[in-house]
């Protein structure tokens, strides 16, 4: 799961210790999502600071800390994810002449920054929701996943540009006011606070950009730019345009096998894994193909309700006995 916490001075009020201090207590109440590691960067130059709590799921060692900066110095990450395709863009990353020190996602997601950049963050990002700072440009970015499976929040405290996996790291920024300004300035990517700020069916990416070259100060607030880089509508509108080509069998028998892929890819782990089964259809589909790719019992878990109008235990239980997973109802 991870956190990921950051703060963005563009004029440079904050003093680096103090800046260092806040972003290390917005990372702090995130350590239920990262209890693995802790990690920290700052650039004062820049009035930048981020911070990282981490779930090491693929690369548990160092070598995959975060915030990472690039080979080349350019580009800091700081990210909540996974990189779903990471095998097949280190071999492609390789090719090119990319040196890897470690076995981690995370790195091969910066090398895919560094040499592709951002302007198409979906392509090399499959379920990351991440802050980068473009150190030549003097720029950080906000990007988010094409549907927001997790919440990135991000807003103005003041004249210091926020974000955090949790509203609650930026409710413990001096100036915060949620109440009076919270849906005037607060956008959360992923889900609905302010319907007019907030892309609900497409992804989004925010760009800030510090003023000066490093020296002179701003004396005003650098608005951030917000743009879209993948709409469903404009998916949907593209697919109905494209002729079917096959017939249903021959559609289905395609769509069972993007269907395996997909769930295939993120079973990759160095960690064990698990799923949630409800008995319904989408989590037995699911529970099911995990049971093709794996070759001892997947482990499931389903949480009962004592109304019965809300509870799926049995039924969860019967999907899990015909699959013969490793099965365990909690109440």
């Known amino acids: 799961m991870c956190g990921i916490a950051g703060l963005f001075d563009p004029e440079r009020k904050t003093d680096p210790e103090g800046l260092a201090r806040q972003v290390g207590a917005m990372a702090e109440v995130l350590t239920h999502r990262g209890p693995d590691a802790e990690g920290y960067w700052s650039d004062p130059e820049c009035g930048l600071a981020f911070g990282h709590r981490r779930l090491a799921v693929v690369g548990l060692g160092p070598d995959g800390s975060q915030p990472m900066v690039s080979p080349d110095r350019r580009w800091v990450l700081n990210y909540n994810g996974e990189l779903y395709n990471h095998a097949d863009l280190r071999r492609r990353l390789a090719g090119e002449g990319m040196v890897f020190r470690g076995g981690s996602d995370t790195e091969v997601l910066v090398a895919a920054v560094q040499a592709w950049g951002l302007d198409r963050p979906s392509k090399p990002a499959k379920d990351v929701r991440l802050g980068a700072v473009d150190r030549q440009r003097r720029e950080l970015h906000l990007v988010r996943d094409r549907f927001g ?105 395609q769509l069972e096998s993007a269907l395996s892929d997909s769930v295939a890819a993120r079973m990759v782990a160095d960690v064990p894994v698990g799923a949630f089964l409800s008995g319904g259809v989408d989590s037995s589909v699911v529970v099911a193909l995990m049971q093709r790719h794996s070759h001892r019992p997947v482990r499931t878990y389903t949480v009962g309700f004592a109304d019965r109008a809300f509870d799926e235990s049995a039924e969860a239980a019967a999907v899990a006995a015909h699959l013969g997973t490793d099965h365990t109802p909690s109440w």
């Open 149 to 253: 499976e997790k919440p990135l929040y991000y807003g103005w405290v003041g004249n210091r540009l926020a974000f955090a996996s949790e509203l609650k790291s930026l409710a413990l920024l001096p100036g915060f006011n949620a109440p009076s300004t919270g849906t005037r300035w607060l956008c959360t990517c992923g889900t609905t606070a302010s319907r007019h700020r907030t892309p609900s069916i497409g992804s989004s990416q925010v760009v800030a950009r510090a003023g000066g070259d490093g020296r002179r100060r701003r004396t005003a607030r650098c608005p951030p730019r917000v743009r879209s880089y993948w709409s469903a509508r404009q998916a949907v509108e593209d697919a109905r345009r494209r002729p079917l080509g096959a017939p249903p069998e021959v559609l289905a028998d």
